[in-house]
């Protein structure tokens, strides 16, 4: 019964979340640390356990079925090459983004409440991850939402608040627009079950409802994943949140929400069509260019950061859209490298702002002499984004940019690279205002960001440096299996109604 | 103490408001308490249930004002509670792994329609009930807390 782990993946996040919750009041940090930190290493590496799992399987889903109900009656779970793909990036950046708070957090009052919101994110993200139920893929999300709503506005200070309201109120919408459209996909089809929907749908006419549940599902999830011109909370919401929170949300959350909801009713349950691909394609590369011109003028670093995330999310979305097994091959390699080194870039954000107190360029400079760590990992993590070779953001925008180029859309390979250039540019104003040149008179007294701080960073910054070999034919059935899944599009059904009580 | 904030004539609402409400509010308690346990038989369930208890709950702090309905229920108890409704539900979820699967009902179902069969669901419903009561209960308290601190500054 090698499925039986699958719903280890909601479970673990949720007991942690609740005896968090429990205990918060009355027992000590460290054992609360403890219990929080188990959690996430159990989950990162039963992910890993998973990917050798679906590897074991040649490419074959593993079901679970929830309460023995098969579907397409019972909620089933499925883990396929991409769902193990996406568990081990939330695992690993949950895992490093919980060690870095256990210092940085200490600042604020009720880090139980953190740990308990923090867990349930997580188990709204993986839920969604393994789901094989439409519903239960939008309550999931909502977990996820919700819980990120009040991690925003962990502050409570008024910018804060205003943030999460605004973000809360465009999540809602979003919401909205997915819930109708499963409402009108479930009245069109008589089934909640992604799979058996897939194969009701293969063998109904072409009607008005795909097109309409598709613009529906563009809104919901393009707000959710922040394209543009979805993309109006993100540069307040990422910001406002504590860094390791941003991190999070930034890294994973508008990826697994976004992106990888997206691509999997799309590509599996809907069979994608060259309109729904061109209107994809055409968002990512929008979004690509649009943010980073607006990510050159910020100031606030992590309001850069935020538009950078809008930019970046328009190269996995490009990539995915073309369709191609190259492209979807740069794309979600690229959601992989952009989780690692944009949880860095936020993390390194949050060491300054607990080392000098400030998220101003203008504010900090010199740093590199006294924060020596931060530096480094933080110029890693520039680079990465920039596509510098050999690091890992470099191989796959290149994958991006030659698949764009292999199936005609020379215009696209152009704003690829132009994005490219103007995340360089941006980035050397980072280094340069914040790194580099003289050493303030006010921060003569500052000392390195604590251990638990810089191991998360420097544990990040070996993944952007190595990352470029999950290319090499050995490793590479990490990534070549999660293309597979999207490139099989309507089998998924017949593949997973198949592994049922296997 | 008790006593004293019942017959306030300055905390909560009128006399008149107060007596109906001592009247009602049992009455309220159970008819959420039988929507509760009768989950499996009849419309409404752990959800529906919980928001009715919890409405008794909110009743008695409008009639009777804030600092009465907290010596009937502090915020810290309702805190734990609520953490304890979830784990049950959890903990009911994990007992199906004895019988081969998350969520299985294992236990027997009993005859149809009788109050007492369909195995894990009445169980469920309690959990749910539990953590959605105290749930709505505790958002309710926090707002009044929060308006509280804020005529305060």
């Known amino acids: ?502 | 103490m008790k006593k004293a904030l019942l017959d306030n004539p300055r905390c909560g609402m009128s006399v008149i408001v107060k007596t109906i409400t001592r009247l009602t509010v049992g009455l309220i308690l159970l008819y959420g308490i039988y929507i509760v346990l009768h989950g499996h038989l009849s419309p409404g369930g752990g959800f529906a249930g919980g928001v009715i208890i919890a409405l008794s709950f909110v009743h008695l702090m409008l009639a009777f004002g804030k600092d009465f309905a907290i010596t009937k229920f502090s915020p810290n108890l309702a805190s734990y509670l609520e953490s304890v409704g979830a784990l049950m539900f959890l903990a009911i979820a994990l007992v199906g792994f004895s019988g081969g699967a998350f969520f299985r009902n294992i236990l027997s179902k009993g005859t149809p329609f009788s109050l007492f069969s369909a195995g894990t669901i009445p169980l469920s419903n309690i959990a749910i009930s539990l953590k959605v009561g105290v749930g709505l209960f505790a958002i309710f308290l926090a707002l009044v807390i929060l308006e509280k601190s804020k005529e305060e500054e």
């Open chain 1, 1 to 502: 019964m090698n499925n039986t782990l699958i719903p280890f993946f909601v479970i673990i996040p949720l007991a942690s979340a609740f005896l968090i919750s429990f205990i918060g009041k009355f027992a000590k940090r460290i054992i609360i640390d403890a219990l929080s930190c188990v959690s996430y290493l159990l989950l990162f590496v039963f992910s890993l356990y998973a990917v050798s799992l679906t590897h074991g399987a040649g490419g074959m889903p593993l079901v679970y079925t929830v309460g023995g109900w098969a579907p397409p009656f019972g909620i089933s779970m499925v883990l396929d090459g991409l769902a193990s793909f996406m568990l081990v990036t939330v695992n690993l950046i949950a895992l490093c983004v919980i060690i870095f708070s256990l210092r940085y957090m200490e600042r604020y009052t009720g880090k139980p409440k953190f740990h308990t919101l923090f867990a349930l994110m997580v188990a709204g993200m993986n839920g969604v991850i393994v789901t094989g139920d439409l519903f239960n893929l939008y309550v999931f999300l909502e977990i996820a939402s919700l819980s990120s709503y009040a991690l925003v506005a962990f502050g409570t200070e008024a910018e804060e608040l205003e943030a999460s309201f605004k973000y809360a109120i465009m999540g809602s919408v979003a919401a909205s627009f997915i819930f109708i459209g499963i409402a009108f996909l479930y009245g069109f089809t008589s089934t909640l079950n992604m799979a058996d929907m897939a194969h009701v749908l293969s063998n109904k006419p072409a009607t008005w409802v795909i097109p309409f549940v598709s613009v529906l599902f563009f809104m919901g999830f393009g707000l959710k994943a922040a394209l543009v011109p979805f993309h109006a909370w993100l540069p307040d919401a990422h910001p406002s949140a504590p860094a390791s929170i941003s991190a999070m949300l930034s890294g994973v959350l508008i990826k697994t929400l976004g992106v990888y909801a997206l691509a999997r009713i799309f590509f599996n349950v809907f069979g994608i069509t060259p309109q729904q691909s061109s209107v994809l394609m055409f968002l990512g590369a929008l979004s690509m260019l649009v943010a980073v011109v607006l990510a050159l003028s910020q100031w606030d670093l992590k309001r850069l950061l935020a538009y950078h995330s809008i930019s970046q999310i328009g190269y996995v979305v490009l990539g995915i859209g073309l369709a191609t097994p190259l492209g979807i091959l740069g794309g979600l390699f690229h959601l992989f490298n952009h989780s690692v080194f944009k949880s860095l870039l936020f993390l390194n954000s949050g060491a300054i702002d607990y080392v000098v107190h400030t998220r101003d360029l203008k504010e900090m400079s010199g740093l590199k002499e006294k924060m020596p760590v931060t530096a480094q990992t933080n110029l890693v993590a520039s680079l990465s984004i920039a596509g510098i070779p050999p690091f890992n953001g470099f191989w796959s925008k290149l994958i991006i940019i030659f698949a764009c180029i292999q199936s005609g859309h020379g215009g696209y390979a152009i704003a690829a690279v132009v994005g490219s250039l103007l995340t360089l540019a941006s980035f050397m104003k980072v280094q340069k205002f914040a790194f580099l040149g003289e050493l303030k008179e006010k921060n003569k007294n500052i000392r390195e960001a604590p251990l638990s701080m810089t191991v998360a960073m420097v544990v990040l910054a070996v993944i952007c440096i190595g990352g470029g070999f999950l290319l090499l034919p050995s490793f590479r059935f990490f990534i070549s299996e999660a293309v597979q899944v999207l490139l099989n599009g309507n089998e998924y059904s017949s593949l997973v109604l198949g592994a049922v009580g296997r």
